[in-house]
């Protein structure tokens, strides 16, 4: 079993509607979980972080993590043509720099 | 403007053939890793420093190495490369805590033959 599940879709959504997008892990050490959204050939850039447990809102993504269900979950509000891109979730451990991530979900926006 | 630049963008190479990439960031940030990011995989982290001469195993070290001399530069070397190390390798920088924003660089597309 992979320390991070994560459906990798594809997901196709019309322009507008609400996406969620959704990690499971195993590793209860984890502290950090972090969205970071790809770009066809670019590199990841960090979307959301939140630390343990809670919400965390960001103009129109919510970040959610369940520590007790080892579930953590990304919504778009009002998505929008320019949100189609790969969606990865990571984590780490307090104290630590190693980084796992989610294979990732690729979302596409229809206009 | 602040970036993590990597070369080359793509190589192709045979099995056997010493190569390096190079990763620089002109960011002053402590952390710096390498990943490889392959389909049904997603991103897995092969090495890692927190700072110059300080470098740990990420989870796919095998067949790699990494040196840390000055700070913005951490270059990956592949001492003999083979097939299966074809992928698609991003570096990345950060501030010195974990929680800290990485960024990464454009990546670099690799093939061994």
């Known amino acids: 079993q992979k320390e991070v599940e994560q459906d990798p879709g594809p997901l196709s959504v019309p322009e507008g509607a609400i996406v969620s997008l959704n990690c499971t892990y195993s590793?209860?050490?984890?502290?950090?979980f972090m969205w970071y959204r790809q770009y066809s050939r670019k590199g990841p850039e960090l979307l959301m972080y939140t630390y343990s447990s809670g919400n965390k809102e960001d103009g129109r993504f919510t970040a959610q993590v369940d520590k007790s269900s080892k579930y953590i979950s990304l919504f778009i509000r009002d998505s929008q043509p320019s949100d189609s891109a790969t969606y990865l979730c990571a984590m780490s451990a307090s104290g630590t720099y190693k980084y796992i991530f989610g294979t990732g979900t690729r979302l596409k926006v229809l206009a | 403007e602040a970036q993590v630049t990597q070369n080359p963008r793509y190589l192709i190479t045979v099995t056997g053939k010493k190569l390096t990439v190079t990763c620089s960031q002109n960011m002053n940030h402590e952390y710096m890793s390498w990943y490889r990011q392959d389909p049904g995989l997603g991103l897995r982290q092969i090495y890692y420093?927190?700072?110059?001469?300080?470098?740990d195993k990420g989870d796919v070290p095998e067949g790699y190495k990494v040196s840390r001399k000055e700070k913005r530069n951490f270059p990956l070397i592949l001492e003999s490369p083979s097939p299966n190390q074809t992928s698609l390798y991003f570096c990345a920088s950060g501030a010195s805590s974990s929680t800290d924003t990485q960024y990464f660089g454009p990546g670099t597309r690799l093939t061994v033959l």
């Open positions: 420093s927190m700072n110059v001469e300080v470098t």
């Open positions: 590793n209860s050490a984890f502290q950090y």
